[in-house]
């Protein structure tokens, strides 16, 4: 079984910048894919931002040129740095993995439980 912990979500003021982390531990054979999706009360979860193995990343327009997604291969962790933070981008954002736990599996998709990041004044 593989876990993704998350961490570094909280409330920051409109401009501010935040953080998060999430880790994965457990039976891992290879990772792909790590990335952000977020939920916002009464809207679909949607792709925040993900990055392959090889380092190709993607983005949501709306948060383009705000934040970064980065990956830590050796730590199995991935990264969000979220700057000038708007109101519109309050919701639960959720780490996602694919990942193959044994040579011979199929990789499939985790998730993390969630962080909750509000942005208010």
């Known amino acids: 079984q593989v876990q993704l912990v998350e961490s570094g979500g909280g409330l920051v003021q409109p401009g501010g910048s935040l953080r998060l982390s999430c880790a994965a531990s457990?039976?891992?054979?290879?990772?792909?894919?790590m990335g952000w999706y977020r939920q916002a009360p009464g809207n679909q979860r949607e792709l925040v931002a993900d990055?392959?193995?090889?380092?190709?990343?993607n983005y949501a327009d709306s948060v383009k040129g705000r934040f970064t997604i980065s990956r830590d291969n050796a730590k199995k962790t991935v990264y969000l740095q979220m700057n000038s933070l708007k109101s519109e981008d309050t919701a639960v954002y959720f780490c996602?993995?694919?990942?193959?736990?044994?040579?011979?599996?199929?990789?499939?998709?985790?998730w993390g439980q969630g962080a909750q990041v509000t942005v208010s004044s």
């Open positions: 990055m392959h193995s090889d380092g190709i990343t």
């Open positions: 996602n993995a694919l990942v193959r736990d044994t040579p011979l599996g199929a990789a499939r998709a985790y």
């Open positions: 457990g039976r891992i054979f290879r990772i792909y894919t």
